[in-house]
């Protein structure tokens, strides 16, 4: 057990140049303080003490502002960084040398039963804000950019950015149709246009019938 809080210790030194000394590390890091609640929590669940476990898990958001629930698989060497306002769901499993950071949410779509929240690789990087929804995998070495919203599986070695979120980088190499920031698809705009076209098509419809003419519909183009 010892050994494994060394480890969750030196883990910090490792991905925060901030960290000074062990003493602070272990009063401030409120990343740290979630882990190790979460790891009581999760013996909990596991005994099927669920409501314990759930107990534990609620004072360690109140004084964290990180939510992991009790029945999460996590790794060894796990890193959150900033966490304030992390959500980690019930089915959602974690490999090794992950690090996230604020704001980051591994949740479901919906009521679905089962396995629903996501199954993140081994060294991982989650950044800020980020939302990685359902029961989907994020291979090995991969990152996922500030603020995406990734809702389908990423192989192994990849950079995800966007929202949806979509592979821009594999194994090192530019994907060939990276996603273009300055030329968003915009739903709201195109609800919109086509709600214009049916419009018209109804005026012309009403106009024709007016007349006694049949509507051409070609003629709202």
């Known amino acids: 057990m010892f050994k494994r809080l ?16 062990t003493l602070e590390v272990i009063l401030t890091y409120s990343g740290l303080h979630a882990i190790w609640a979460h790891r ?10 669920y409501f314990i476990a759930r107990v534990i898990s609620q004072i ?4 964290t502002g990180i939510e992991i629930h009790p029945g999460a698989k996590i790794g060894r060497r796990f890193f959150i960084d900033h966490g304030m306002g992390v959500v980690i769901g019930e089915t959602c499993e974690i490999g090794d040398d992950v690090t996230i950071y604020q704001g980051v949410t591994l949740g479901g779509t919906g009521k679905e039963k089962g396995k629903r929240h996501p199954t993140i690789g081994n060294n991982v990087l989650i950044s800020s804000g980020a939302k990685v929804l359902g029961s989907i995998t994020i291979g090995d070495n991969s990152k996922v950019g500030a603020g995406s919203v990734v809702l ?3 192989p192994p070695n990849s950079t995800v950015v966007g929202i949806p979120g ?10 060939r149709k990276p996603l273009d920031h300055s030329n968003l698809p915009d739903p709201v705009a195109e609800k919109l246009e086509r709600m214009e076209r049916e419009i018209a098509r109804l005026k012309g419809e009403i106009e024709a019938l007016k007349k006694g003419r049949v509507w051409d519909e070609s003629q709202s183009v």
Do not use: C, T
Not at 60 to 63: P, Q, T
């Open 40 to 49: 009581i929590a999760h013996w909990f669940y596991k005994k099927k003490r």
């Open 166 to 175: 979509r592979v821009v980088r594999q194994n090192g190499v530019r994907v």
């Open 60 to 63: 360690s958001r109140f004084f």
């Open 152 to 154: 389908e599986d990423v």
């Open 6 to 21: 060394r480890e969750d210790i030196a883990v910090v030194f490792d991905q925060d140049p901030a960290a000074r000394s």
